[in-house]
């Protein structure tokens, strides 16, 4: 039977007419910080940071010069970075209830409280000295400490001295140096065991990893006291590199400098943005001589490229400027004993195309297997993994994008030996992200599934690049960020300390949080 056609009636989903182009006006997103509710206030919140309780757990001696190298555990249960969030010491402010970063003592640039592997454990504790620069480990396998200040634009410098390092050519790709070392009877109150890596990582960089063994950073790989490589790991185990590889054997008591070169944010922004044009150089040809009689044809100057608003990347990820400090973070009180203020925030994630990416051999080497190259048949979506060697300035995924005149070099007691890395990768959003805080828990759903995180393409101030020191098997190392024992060569004056950025990132975060006040005032907000 032929049904008659039904007559089709507006309902309220219609939308209405749309403008002529030329009528439609875009308003730009607004990014504004989120805004909480504040707790009730508690004697905590205004306490200033209290320096974390230790207890002496090892002291090494050096049989040479009779040196001691005191080390101690931090009390049990203190705060630690882990399960996607990292922490930070807060105070609030007395007059307007919000709160600020404030560093507990020692106060200066070193390593830090809270952003290192798991250092209570009783198995494989991670062992700081009195000041928070030299740090150890007992047990046969790395484990990272970042430092507690980093680089986004400029030149930066600090020195590592090796104060246990088993000698060259004791360790084998077959057997491992820890395994080697107890066989020798080395002891651990020894200076003549261990080993260690160093180098920079990223905030993604897992810190069960030594630097260089992941996507996220660059590490100098020590080998029984041989340099094998200096680079960044992905695929497995397998190192890429572009200078370094005559570096010479390291011995206790030899000191590492390296410093890292970041372009201006200005720069960085564009290349995160994907409008950034490489300059090039100045070029004047001779002017070519025309026939008789006739004048040659004057060059054609190309039209300059209209000033655009939005790049594709900026509609894509909706990034923010370069100047938005956006923090996603909420005052608790945490920590042993008497409770203390700390600051929680997420931390950002591995990209979901590198998730599994990480050096997943590196298990394997700490315990004494050797460490083979991936098959390149079995990568997960490899045609979707550039090498490190591939990626450049204006790759089309954002985190494959290399900053300009960005590079590592390296001193070794004070000898020059050159760019062991260069073409550092972007770490500027949309290269790394958060995950929307308000979406990482348990929704109530019909059929019980859980919310997909959103990703949010924002700076909270803490991107860029970190110190980074791994220890393994007893090795033990000394980072100074001033008052070296070499210091920066005269012939960069551009160069500057990283203890300069201790105070400067104190700074950073009380201009941020003054921002972040008025935004709240103006009511824009998260």
């Not at 360790?171 to 002891?187: G, I, M, P, V």
Request: proline content about 9%; overall charge neutral.
């Amino acid at each position: 039977m032929d049904r008659p056609q039904r007559a089709k009636k507006p309902t309220s989903k219609v939308q209405p007419e749309s403008k002529p182009e030329e009528e439609i006006k875009t308003e730009p997103v607004i990014i504004a910080p989120p805004k909480y509710k504040l707790p009730e206030p508690v004697p905590q919140h205004y306490a200033a940071p209290f320096e974390i309780p230790r207890s002496l757990a090892l002291v090494k001696t050096d049989d040479a010069t009779g040196q001691q190298h005191k080390f101690y555990k931090l009390a049990p249960n203190h705060v630690e970075c882990r399960n996607g969030f990292k922490y930070a010491r807060a105070i609030r402010n007395q007059e307007s209830g919000n709160f600020r970063d404030a560093e507990g003592p020692p106060l200066h640039a070193r390593f830090s409280d809270e952003d290192h592997f798991s250092c209570t454990h009783e198995d494989f504790p991670v062992l700081f000295s009195k000041d928070m620069r030299s740090v150890t480990q007992t047990q046969p396998f790395n484990t990272a400490v970042r430092a507690n200040v980093f680089a986004r634009e400029g030149s930066y410098y600090f020195e590592t001295k090796l104060i246990s390092q088993s000698v060259a050519g004791r360790e084998t790709e077959q057997r491992s140096l820890h395994f080697l070392d107890k066989q020798a009877d080395r002891e651990i109150e020894g200076v003549e065991i261990g080993s260690t890596r160093l180098g920079f990582v990223r905030r993604e960089h897992h810190l069960g990893y030594p630097p260089g063994a992941s996507f996220y950073g660059y590490g100098l790989r020590l080998v029984g006291g041989h340099a094998k490589d200096f680079g960044s790991v992905i695929f497995g185990s397998e190192i890429y590199k572009v200078k370094g590889q005559n570096l010479p054997d390291f011995n206790t008591g030899d000191v590492i400098g390296l410093m890292i070169t970041l372009p201006s944010l200005k720069i960085q922004q564009k290349v995160a943005e994907g409008s950034y044009v490489p300059e090039k150089p100045a070029f004047t040809a001779a002017p070519k001589k025309g026939k008789k009689g006739r004048k040659p044809k004057e060059p054609v100057p190309e039209p300059e490229p209209a000033a655009s608003t939005e790049t594709q990347d900026q509609k894509a990820f909706n990034i923010s400027s370069v100047n938005d400090i956006i923090r996603f973070r909420y005052p608790i009180l945490a920590g042993p004993q008497t409770k203390a203020c700390y600051h929680e925030s997420v931390e950002y994630i591995l990209q979901e195309d590198l998730r599994g990416v990480h050096a997943v051999n590196s298990n394997a080497h700490s315990k004494g297997l050797p460490m083979k190259a991936p098959d390149q048949n079995k990568m997960i979506r490899p045609n979707l993994f550039p090498r490190p060697n591939e990626a450049r300035v204006d790759h089309p995924l954002p985190h494959f994008r290399t900053l300009p005149d960005s590079k590592i070099e390296m001193w070794v007691n004070g000898k020059y030996l050159g760019v062991v890395w260069e073409d550092l990768l972007a770490f500027l959003p949309p290269a790394s992200y958060l995950e929307d805080p308000g979406a990482m828990v348990e929704v109530n759903k019909p059929k019980g599934k859980k919310k997909k995180a959103e990703k949010v393409f924002v700076d909270d101030g803490s991107l860029g690049y970190y110190p980074c020191v791994s220890v393994y098997g007893g090795g033990a190392s000394e980072c100074r960020f001033k008052d070296f024992w070499y210091g920066i060569p005269e012939d960069r004056p551009e160069a500057r300390p990283f203890e300069d950025r201790f105070l400067e990132q104190g700074v950073e975060d009380v201009l941020a949080t003054a921002v972040d006040e008025a935004a709240w005032e103006m009511g824009q907000e998260g």
